[in-house]
Nanobody, 121 residues
Framework: QVQLVESGGCLVQPGGSLRLSCAAS????????MGWYRQAPGEQRELVAE???????NYADSAKGRFTISRDNAKKTVYLQMNSLKPEDTAVYYC???????????????WGQGTQVTVSS
């Protein structure tokens, strides 16, 4: 069993900063890509940023220059540093990781339960 637990979401004023964390636990052999997604009310879930096991990053246009994704492989944790937050960043943020529970199994995507980020004055 693999669990992903996000933390760090809260209410923040426009222009403020937040750091989200997502830690994986359970029967984990290795982790490939890690990513952050978000879903605003009435909208589809969208990619915010992702990072490969080798450290290559990819950002949505809306996140470029403001958000930074990073990972700590020893802690099985992915972070999202969000700066210059805007009201349109308001959403539930979800992390996703590609996890292999054994050398003989393929990678499977696991999702966290989500953390609410609200940007409002």
């Amino acid at each position: 069993q693999v669990q992903l637990v996000e933390s760090g979401g809260c209410l923040v004023q426009p222009g403020g900063s937040l750091r989200l964390s997502c830690a994986a636990s359970g029967s984990i052999f290795s982790i490939s890509a890690m990513g952050w997604y978000r879903q605003a009310p009435g909208e589809q879930r969208e990619l915010v940023a992702e990072i490969t096991s080798g450290g290559t990053t990819n950002y949505a246009d809306s996140a470029k220059g403001r958000f930074t994704i990073s990972r700590d492989n020893a802690k099985k944790t992915v972070y999202l540093q969000m700066n210059s937050l805007k009201p349109e960043d308001t959403a539930v943020y979800y992390c996703k990781m590609g996890v292999r529970t054994s050398l003989v199994y393929r990678f499977v995507d696991y999702w966290g339960q989500g953390t609410q980020v609200t940007v409002s004055s």
